[in-house]
């Protein structure tokens, strides 16, 4: 595989797993946050949105804890790029952070209402999964 397939493919992977992530995030943001729906999404659109965000959140944490095991194919739906640039901005926290999502899985799971606390932490993954994006992209443009 030539250098830029490589850095093609980590690009598509990084920016899917973004725009999977932060498409599900804002849906429920409009729904909870906002007490709305955004145009042309339903009730139906946002009950996706949370077994979507359920299934990456779930993902993503097994993937923090489970640093150096082998990964299981829901694992694999986070880039190992997303997860390094979130351990970094989390450094020491990383436990703490770890708990919050597991709070969020539980909310999600539950069927409950989804708190400004929960979106704090999700932004963090957010901000993340769109640097990680970015900044393969920009390597694209290097070659």
Not at 27 to 48: N, S
Not at 75 to 85: H, I, K, N, S, T
Request: hydrophobic share 45%; net charge neutral; with cysteine.
């Amino acid at each position: 595989m030539s250098d830029l397939s490589i850095i093609a493919h980590d690009y598509a992977l990084n920016a899917e797993f973004a725009r999977k992530f932060n498409d599900a995030v804002l849906t429920l943001k409009r729904r909870y946050l906002l007490g709305r729906v955004g145009k042309g999404e339903t009730e139906d659109t946002v009950k996706e949105a949370r077994v979507e965000l359920k299934a990456l959140l779930g993902s993503l944490v097994t993937a923090l804890q489970d640093e150096g095991k082998p990964w299981t194919e829901d694992q694999a739906q986070v880039p190992a790029d997303v997860l390094e640039r979130l351990r970094k901005r989390v450094k020491g926290e990383l436990q703490e952070k770890i708990a919050e999502f597991r709070r969020v899985l539980d909310d999600l799971a539950k069927g409950a209402a989804v708190g400004e606390s929960a979106f704090n932490a999700l932004d963090v993954v957010c901000e993340a999964a769109d640097a990680t994006a970015s900044a393969a992209f920009r390597r694209l443009r290097r070659i």
